[in-house]
């Protein structure tokens, strides 16, 4: 299982959390862990959700479609996803898929 690390701040009244995800590749394996780590903190009151890139090495199209219905379930709830330090590769994949258009990066 990935571990996701979690730190909270609080700017302007708006509280944020940084999801840092150290894995090597997002797939389908990680679909209930992220997108229930998301749910959890908008429904405990954070209004900015910043994904931290930085630990993963590339992304599939399930790790892709994990990501759309993080944005979704942010989107429900009035909140924001963000994200963050992605390297070369994922973001040549967000290009190419046109999804650097969709998400704040």
């Known amino acids: 299982m990935p571990e996701i690390k979690k730190s909270y701040k609080e700017s302007d009244s708006i509280k944020s959390v ?3 995800i150290n894995e090597d ?3 389908l394996n990680q679909f209930t862990l992220l997108n229930d780590a998301v749910k959890e903190e908008i ?3 954070i209004k900015s959700v910043h994904l931290d890139l930085s630990g993963l090495n590339t992304i599939n199209s399930s790790g892709l479609g994990i990501l759309i219905s993080c ?3 942010a989107k429900n709830s009035n909140a924001e996803l963000k994200l963050l ?3 070369e590769k994922i973001l040549s994949i967000l290009k190419l898929t046109k999804l650097d258009k969709v998400f704040d990066l």
């Open 85 to 87: 330090n992605c390297n």
């Open 71 to 73: 944005l979704k379930s």
């Open 43 to 45: 429904s405990g009151g």
């Open 25 to 27: 590749n997002l797939g």
């Open 18 to 20: 940084v999801l840092e």
